[in-house]
């Protein structure tokens, strides 16, 4: 394999914590009432901007600003990626390797995390969200055709169910990440996916013997 394309929240960072608490502090006093954790992940699917128009109907664009700023300004209690990512990134770069980044966050907060990250420069590509509902499938494809990818020689790695069915939609292989604590090993499993790990430190082994 000599294309990657990692989704983000979970997987390259453990982000998922992060965008429910912004979430929560931004639309709770705008909402006039509280959420679950329940009630901000059963709108996930979208980007921000749609799970925020789910939330707040009447009052998408205050809610939009809210979040962003919340998520810029709680995202030092998050400082780092999974412990060894970018020395990965970097890596599979030092081994000519085509890195790309296919997340259902939104532009702005993908901006965000990838800047406090320092970790733009390690992918050629950069693809988000979408307001109206999960296009994780027709970015992939998008990536696929626009850079000329060969689908047998590309690997998506994600922590979601729907990775996995996206992954495969587009007929290449995938490997489910199920290092964050928010990873439900058995929905992974039920799905078939090509490769499953639950250590980084296995997901490292892989992916070094790809290349010797």
């Known amino acids: 394999m000599k294309n990657f394309l990692f989704d983000f929240d979970g997987t390259l960072a453990d982000t998922l914590p992060l965008c429910i608490t912004a979430?929560?502090?931004a639309i709770e006093p705008l909402a006039g009432r509280s959420l679950s954790d329940a009630d901000i992940?059963?709108?996930f699917g979208p980007s921000e901007e749609g799970t925020i128009a789910a939330l707040l109907p009447d009052n998408e664009s205050v809610g939009m600003t809210a979040y962003l700023e919340r998520y810029a300004a709680l995202h030092g209690n998050w400082p780092a990626p999974f412990p060894g990512i970018p020395e990965l990134l970097h890596y599979l770069k030092e081994k000519g390797a085509f890195v790309g980044l296919i997340t259902g966050k939104g532009p702005q907060s993908a901006a965000l995390s990838l800047e406090h990250y320092d970790m733009g420069a390690f992918f050629q590509t950069v693809q988000t969200g979408d307001r109206s509902g999960p296009v994780k499938e027709q970015r992939i494809a998008h990536v696929i055709e626009a850079y000329d990818l060969d689908p047998a020689e590309t690997l998506y790695i994600g922590d979601a169910p729907s990775d996995i069915t996206a992954s495969h939609?587009?007929?290449i292989r995938v490997a489910a990440a199920a290092w964050a604590a928010s990873a439900d090993v058995e929905a992974l499993q039920a799905l078939s996916p090509d490769y499953l790990f639950t250590s980084l430190e296995d997901?490292?082994?892989?992916?070094h013997c790809l290349f010797e």
């Open 41 to 43: 992940i059963e709108t």
């Open 23 to 25: 979430f929560r502090e």
């Open 203 to 207: 997901f490292y082994t892989f992916i």
């Open 169 to 171: 939609a587009c007929g």
